[in-house]
């Protein structure tokens, strides 16, 4: 018996209660389809380590503003690359940025091979066009959310902000000012952070590192967070 063939639609039409369930699941099988297509053979050969923006393509486009991968357009993809990547998503190094545009072009190229996307042949445009830019733009302070500022701020000034115990050392430095004022940047995008506690975590723009796994209990709150902006925005489209 054959094998029921993958519904690239699964999430179109689902409400994101009956969504946010089945989303792990899909972004996995999405992945794996694209693994062991021809382009994504071919992009494995000099790329061994993918996969994490792609992932992040269906996450953040789904969860935060309703974007479903048929659906897409060439507006929604630069919403999510242009906006939400460089307000939520950290990098170990700058240059980190280079791999997300030819992983994302690799996967619309699958896309509208396997699927026959409408929106493909705009969207793969738009990724060739930005590939150059992108570095600038997710590593642009004054596109940062809260906690990736935060993040930010605490590593130019020293602090391995991977550990929490260096996390919470940050937090004391800079709230009881002990700080050199060259570190805190005055006039940029991390002079409006104010006094720092925990509850940066709850403000809905919660910082994902770059390869590494997030917490469950930061998974859930973030999934949280993000049903409301889902929300707030699909209200503002009626």
């Not at 369930?21 to 050969?45: H, R």
């Not at 929604?76 to 990098?91: A, G, W």
Request: hydrophobic fraction near 35%; include cysteine.
């Amino acid at each position: 018996m054959e094998a029921t063939p993958f519904n690239i639609g699964l999430l179109d039409n689902l409400e994101y209660d009956d969504a946010e369930p089945l989303i792990n699941d899909y972004q996995d099988t999405v992945i794996n389809l694209f693994a062991n297509s021809p382009e994504g053979q071919s992009y494995i050969k000099t790329n061994s380590d993918f996969g994490f923006w792609i992932e992040q393509l269906i996450y953040y486009g789904y969860c935060y503003e309703g974007f479903t991968l048929p659906k897409m357009s060439k507006n929604d993809v630069q919403t999510v690359v242009e906006t939400l990547f460089p307000r939520k998503i950290s990098l170990s190094e700058p240059e980190d940025a280079d791999k997300a545009i030819p992983e994302l072009i690799a996967f619309w190229q699958f896309l509208k091979r396997e699927y026959k996307f409408k929106n493909a042949d705009s969207i793969l445009s738009y990724l060739e066009s930005i590939k150059s830019k992108f570095r600038g733009i997710i590593n642009d302070s004054s596109r940062f959310g809260i906690a990736k500022s935060f993040f930010a701020l605490g590593r130019k000034s020293g602090f391995d902000m991977t550990d929490p115990e260096e996390m919470k050392a940050f937090q004391v430095a800079y709230n009881a000012n002990l700080l050199p004022d060259s570190d805190l940047n005055n006039g940029d995008a991390f002079s409006g952070l104010g006094g720092l506690d925990s509850s940066i975590f709850d403000t809905g723009d919660n910082s994902d590192y770059h390869n590494n796994k997030i917490p469950k209990a930061k998974r859930k709150k973030t999934r949280d967070m993000a049903k409301e902006s889902r929300k707030r925005n699909r209200t503002k489209r009626k």
